[in-house]
């Protein structure tokens, strides 16, 4: 079991820079792939990043390629998404996941590889 808790969301003007963290807690958490998601209204679910449990091996998708950034404290259990020239269309709810499994499928970019899902933090990309 993993518990996760998301924080740093926010209002920032398009451009703009923020950053989100994630705090992991449970026994086994380092054995766990990290990552996040993010849902905007009206629409499903969607991958943006993801990183080992090493920490070393990274995936992100296509919309924020050059733009976020993840990274992982295995000491202190937590990730973070430094998320920069941020859009509009980056507005959503963002949530951490946890899966013990997902580096090793592959399936990084499928909301049903990640068992384990915070409660989400909004983000809004507005003037």
């Known amino acids: 079991q993993v518990q996760l808790e998301e924080s740093g969301g926010g209002l920032v003007q398009p451009g703009g820079s923020l950053g989100l963290s994630c705090a992991a807690s449970g026994p086994t958490v380092s054995q766990y792939a990290l990552g996040w998601f993010r849902q905007a209204p009206g629409k499903e679910r969607e991958f943006v990043a993801a990183v080992s449990r090493s920490g070393l091996v990274k995936a992100d998708a296509d919309p924020v390629k050059g733009r976020f950034t993840i990274s992982r404290d295995n000491a202190k259990n937590t990730i973070s998404l430094q998320m920069n020239l941020l859009k509009s269309e980056d507005t959503a709810v963002y949530y951490c996941?946890?899966?013990?499994?997902?580096?090793?499928?592959?399936?990084?970019?499928?909301?049903?590889?990640?068992?384990?899902w915070g409660q989400g933090t909004q983000v809004t990309v507005s003037s």
């Open positions: 996941v946890a899966s013990p499994e997902v580096f090793a499928t592959g399936r990084w970019a499928r909301s049903e590889e990640w068992p384990y």
